[in-house]
């Protein structure tokens, strides 16, 4: 366990980096060799908006890590948070920081983005994808990686996170979101197992379906049990699924760089309303 803390409190930055191209590289390989949906479309430029958003994302993480870092360090000095005030065996302790880092960070954050109208013009590009795949994962509007940012410093304090849980939630984070939203053909039985703890690519691929009610359901990245728990979760037969936002099918904000960066700024569009529910 020392070890684990020494090792993400001092976690280089060539290792983050590592982190996010080799789990990039790693599930692009196996939904290549055995992908769930065979569709064809043009991946070179669907992927080229993806790894534009990548590149911000990072950029935006990268410039704001000293906020994380002083927010973690303020917590730290001031016994602030569940970490600090609860004296708890170290392993007890870890399993807590996550859950409130994940539930705050993850969960909430991205529940919130779903029903408060300006946040969700932000978070309207990264469900506008119309082909999910691992490079999905870090497709995110400028400004939500910000909004993000912001509900992550809260996790933080409230949580009282050193900066090695916080650098070891955000790993695991990463190594998630590139997981769950992958492409692969995942053995259902596994997937079955695993949704049980941790969200996974049959739950997740729910969340993208194009028309709601499905769209606001399995919110979770890392535990899934936060949508048992608050009422979000839901299975279907993902063959049925059809990616995408129904309000926003057009290229431009499914594709063009230029048209998805500009949504947010656009007046918002309410979600159509049909004749009947649709059931998967």
Known sequence: ?????????????????????GGLAFFFLVESLAPFFTEKHNWLKH???????????VIINFMLAFALLKSSDWAVANSFGAMQMFDLP??????????????????LAHYTQHHVKWMWKFHLVHHSDQHIDTFSANRHHPGESLIRVVFTIAATVIAGAPIWMVFLYQSISLA??????????????????????????????????????YSDMNYGNVFSFWDRIFQT??????????????????????EDILGLLKIPFKPYRPH??????EKL
């Open 176 to 213: 998630l979101s590139q997981f769950n939203h992958s492409n692969m053909a995942f053995p259902l039985a596994l997937d079955k197992m695993l949704s049980s703890v941790i969200a996974t690519p049959h739950m997740h691929r729910v969340h993208h379906h194009y028309r709601m009610p």
């Open 233 to 254: 979760y839901v299975r279907v037969d993902n063959r049925k699924l059809r990616y995408g936002v129904d309000t926003h099918m057009d290229p431009e904000s499914s």
């Open 272 to 277: 159509i309303e049909y004749e009947s529910p």
């Open 47 to 57: 992927t080229g908006a993806k790894l534009f958003f990548t590149l911000t994302t």
């Open 90 to 107: 170290l392993w007890l302790n870890l399993i807590l920081g996550l859950l409130i880092m994940d539930f705050i960070g993850g969960w």
């Open 1 to 21: 366990m020392d070890e684990l803390i020494q090792y993400f409190s001092n976690m280089p930055t060539l290792h983050r980096s590592g982190l996010l191209v």
